[in-house]
């Protein structure tokens, strides 16, 4: 059971757009703590989508974006792409467990 | 270019200690803020973040591990270290070494991994 939780998949067909929630609680995204999405192709390593809960670092199309409200988080990816299809993770800071937590993971599936 | 490579033994015995190197590359472990964890991934399952060290050497742990955790540094080789002592079947999975440059920060480069299985 992961301390921030994602829906285990959402689906869209290419050009739509699709949002992945990440809901936490009071000691992470709710302490505001920045939330951070990586993208993670089948066989390779997480790549980071996101960090400071909106930002997308250098070569990140402005196709995903993300945002946070209380104790949620959201990732948000518009015209949907067959190259989309992957794993997304949230991740934040957790004060009570004193270290990082990630999310249980959302597999993208592009119809 | 920012690099990071993890090496260790891909197969282990249950109740034997794991060792695992990151060697990095394109940056410094003594810049302030910078930092480097380790992460694991079980076979499909979900990202589980194990420990970070930071440019002081501080050092913080996951809380369901931090027993069986200990991660230190060697800023003059560029390496990092993780052993996790009285490995079961349950720790196989591929373990992952990473840089953010602040503790609050996403990790912003993953080295590619390396598996291990315990049996």
């Known amino acids: 059971q992961s301390v921030l939780t994602q829906p285990p998949s959402v689906s869209g067909a290419p050009g739509q757009r699709v949002t992945i929630s990440c809901t936490g609680s009071s000691s992470n995204i709710g302490a505001a703590y920045d939330v951070h999405w990586y993208q993670q192709l089948p066989g390779t390593a997480p790549k980071l989508l996101i960090y400071?809960?909106?930002n997308r670092p250098s070569g990140v199309p402005d196709r995903f974006s993300g945002s946070k409200s209380g104790t949620s988080a959201s990732l948000a990816i518009t015209g949907l792409q067959a190259e989309d299809e992957a794993d997304y993770y949230c991740?934040?800071?957790?004060?009570?467990?004193?270290?990082?937590?990630f999310g249980g993971g959302t597999k993208l599936t592009v119809l | 270019q920012v690099t990071l490579r993890e090496s260790g033994p891909a197969l282990v015995k249950p109740t034997q200690t794991l060792t695992l190197t990151c060697t990095f590359s394109?940056?410094?472990?003594?810049?302030?803020?910078?930092?480097v964890s380790w992460i694991r991934q079980p076979p499909g399952k979900a990202l589980e973040w194990l420990a970070l060290i930071d440019w002081d050497a501080d050092k913080y742990y996951s809380t369901s591990l931090k027993t069986r955790l200990t991660i230190s540094k060697d800023t003059s080789k560029n390496q990092v270290v993780l052993t996790m002592t009285n490995m079961d079947p349950v720790d196989t999975a591929r373990y992952y070494c990473a840089r953010s440059l602040s503790y609050y920060s996403g990790v912003d480069v993953w080295g590619q991994g390396t598996t291990v299985t315990v049996s």
């Open positions: 394109g940056f410094s472990l003594s810049t302030s803020g910078m930092c």
């Open positions: 991740q934040s800071y957790d004060s009570s467990l004193g270290g990082s937590v």
């Open positions: 400071g809960n909106n």
